[in-house]
């Protein structure tokens, strides 16, 4: 209980390793760049799956499952595809091991070297449209609607918990459409179920919009985003949803008969949300107690901790919790009664703030007499006593609340922290307080990446619902019909 | 319509390719011994896990996730681990391609060497209990119950759809526990998770037993299994259980203090069912028309054709089956109604045969008129005709007698297929028609690698129900307390 944590303020990047490893949620492994994700913090990744995979088979998704490896020549099919990937690949040349006959351990054997070297995938294009190519002959095959769970590797060469890890877990879906327009749909189609989880489930606002050419996915012809905003005032592109135009379909030479039988190269998507979606949850709302978690993705909404000095408080208590434990499994919410007789109520109250329950109860002696409870909740810190008798559906409504108090707690932090600029002055006065910046910019690369060389800070998106407006860009004067949002970012 | 299939009688092996293509479920990928797991085949993968997962959580573990590279080094450390993996694992040596100099493409940048190779996980007791050692000083910290969802590597030479593929996908289970009682208790407990599993869901008897040492996991003490037998009498080993003694504990130094404050090394076990469970599924209970599946785990449990003349016909069967839609929906019971005006009925009822569809219902303007449907069951091929007024539980009904009856056939024809031998003659004699043989067996290595070489035999396991019976060994006539089974095995 004495341990000193250090806070946002202090560091914000230790304290957001610290309250990783605080809250149980993941750990380095001696494999460079990998992580272990622990029993709790998969607990919350496995919500989010849930969610979303029901969320992609409403839309008519069905999942599938693609080879880990890949064939090197693979890769360089798809030309852009292989600069963005090629530096970051784990590859595999060797299929056995064998004694040493030194008698020094064990090592490669050479005699098993592969004719051609495989990579681990770092994301799947190459080898779905591969076999793409054998699914589609005529417009009756299409669209494909295709989802994976999978793990991918990409050799980064700084990595974090959950934000940059060499392996990590992610759903991709990849489509096949007989139309640029349906193929189009589909890309924003994805992008709005990313949103609507985001804000719905996450509590995490986020802005919709397209990347810049040069932010672009490696073989997409526009690669639309969410962006949100982490207590730092950072960007993190939480979620990413690619029209791939025909691009991987003529690599792989996947054609398709229309109804007059005329051949056509076929339209693509691919879309994707990673474990990073774990490190933009917990900077979205943490605070310097540990983890804030949305009821929606709480593995335990509800903790009960019973006070008591005699074993005959405890039995009483014990039976107004069980009777409570019904009464919120019938209601679908979670709920946990620790009576761990080796705990002392401080530890108990410690542990559960760290790791984010919502809504914490406790009972004493003087509550069951007056058949009262105390009734914490996470994200204000707030307590109160209330009566035990209705107390089934104040949590639930609570719960609620939460979960929307979240939402819109982080969407004023956003608000405050989002700035309009004019000048490339003032935009580099502002920058490092962060937060994203509206600015006009003359939509070409040499100034985007002269900004980002002398700032830091890149062009986030341009947000979808970003009004038209003549201005200037701030950098070079030219003509600009919209602002961008500029942000430093994870 | 017209092709023609090879049958089981034809050649077992082919008809089981086929089908597997023919159904839709699995096809070969151009990376050797990797499966593409289509759309249909993976969701019944994913109705498997689904009930599964519950399982294991209903008995009180968690899931969490673990690299999946192993340092190479890790593996040495267990005497026994390193020899049964080493000679099939797949080996990453760099982390980076670049552009050939020449321009001839992309290859492995030689300046990329890893310091220590990494290792593919072919299952992961090494880096798992490398993490336990940190999670455990006390008894409080143990047990630890914790089950992992993941892929796998293992370079199998000769691979088979489902059977035996070079990666796959499985759930390991990884406990740690205070005393050998309990890891034991833990190791039978998964194996009831399993038998149960089986028969209830897969609707697939099995024989629960111990494998003799030389079938062991490499670094268990203890091996258990589930043998199920499949159509043409051999035996598949669909799930296994181990109890690992203190074996990863001592090789990764894992010691926690007991209540007195002595430190002892920890007990484990691990368990796993792979996609292995696909190629058990499908070779139990399917024929020479196509895939037959138990209800528990169909995508598609009924399946509505209609068969019309006029277009009229066709709005009043289209009323009928939403109808019907609601009531099963109601019922949790899948339905797919299919309308489909580009394909014959002919053609369709092929198409559900083949994917194994356990309810096929068909509806006329003559049924139509006279409140009647056609009900057709895949199991038994039976059709009747039954009035349309309470089909919802007349498939309600059926469904349950159908998930039965695949049990009870295939109890049937494992019982006409198990043999008792008492003479080495004999054994020699009957080997080669298939199934199960209760055999007298000396209880040792050499003569179980005799019957081994002379048969293709091996001891499928010593089953736990197994009655001591006083006999001797049917190839060195030395005494023997107990029938092991022996079969030819996949």
Not at 359 to 378: C, F, H, Q, S, Y
């Amino acid at each position: 209980m004495a341990q000193k944590y250090t806070t946002r303020e202090e560091d914000y990047s230790k304290w957001y390793n610290e309250l990783v490893y605080r809250a149980d949620l993941a750990e380095h492994s001696d494999v460079r760049g990998c992580m272990i994700i622990k029993p709790y913090g998969y607990a919350i990744w496995e919500k989010m799956k849930e969610i979303l995979d029901k969320k992609f088979k409403e839309t008519g998704h069905s999942n599938a499952y693609f080879p880990l490896l890949i064939p090197k020549s693979y890769l360089s099919k798809e030309a852009s595809h292989v600069e963005g990937f090629a530096k970051e690949c784990a590859v595999v040349t060797h299929y056995r091991l064998k004694n040493a006959e030194d008698g020094s351990g064990i090592i490669v054997d050479p005699e098993a070297k592969l004719e051609e070297e495989l990579i681990i995938r770092p994301t799947s294009e190459t080898i779905i449209w591969n076999s793409y190519k054998n699914w589609i002959q005529s417009y009756r095959d299409l669209p494909i609607l295709i989802n994976q769970w999978a793990n991918v590797v990409r050799w980064e060469m700084r990595t974090r918990l959950f934000l940059r890890t060499a392996e990590f877990l992610w759903q991709e879906g990849h489509t096949a459409h007989a139309t640029k327009t349906e193929a189009i749909s589909e890309a924003e189609l994805m992008l709005d179920v990313y949103e609507e989880f985001a804000e719905n489930y996450m509590s995490m606002p986020v802005i919709k919009g397209r990347k810049t050419e040069s932010e672009r996915f490696a073989g997409a012809e526009d690669t639309y985003c969410i962006e949100s905003m982490m207590q730092d005032g950072k960007a993190l592109q939480a979620g990413t949803s690619h029209f791939l135009g025909q691009n991987f379909a003529k690599a792989f030479d996947v054609k398709f008969a229309d109804k007059e039988g005329k051949l056509e190269h076929v339209w693509a998507t691919s879309w994707g949300v990673s474990t990073r979606l774990m490190g933009a949850l917990i900077m979205t709302h943490s605070d310097d107690e540990g983890l804030v978690l949305p009821p929606a993705l709480a593995p335990i909404q509800v903790v009960a901790i019973p006070i008591h000095r005699t074993e005959e408080d405890l039995v009483a208590i014990n039976e107004k919790f069980e009777a409570l434990r019904l009464e919120l499994k019938a209601k679908g919410i979670s709920f946990k009664y620790d009576n761990d007789e080796n705990r002392r109520p401080g530890w108990k109250f410690a542990e559960y703030e760290s790791k984010g329950v919502p809504v914490r109860l406790t009972m004493g002696p003087r509550d069951l007499e007056n058949g009262k409870i105390e009734l914490a909740r996470r994200d204000t810190k707030e307590k109160e006593i209330v009566d035990f008798a209705n107390i089934a559906e104040v949590i639930e409504q609570l719960l609620k609340d939460i979960q929307i108090n979240l939402l819109e707690r982080a969407k004023k932090f956003r608000s405050e922290n989002m700035h309009s600029v004019d000048t490339y002055e003032d935009f580099k006065a502002q920058i490092d307080k962060g937060g994203f910046f509206l600015a006009h910019w003359d939509g070409t690369k040499e100034t985007e990446s002269k900004i980002k060389e002398e700032t830091q800070a890149t062009i986030r998106c341009i947000a979808l619902d970003q009004p038209e407006e003549a201005g200037f860009c701030m950098v070079t004067g030219k003509p600009s019909s919209k602002r961008v949002i500029f942000a430093k970012a994870y």
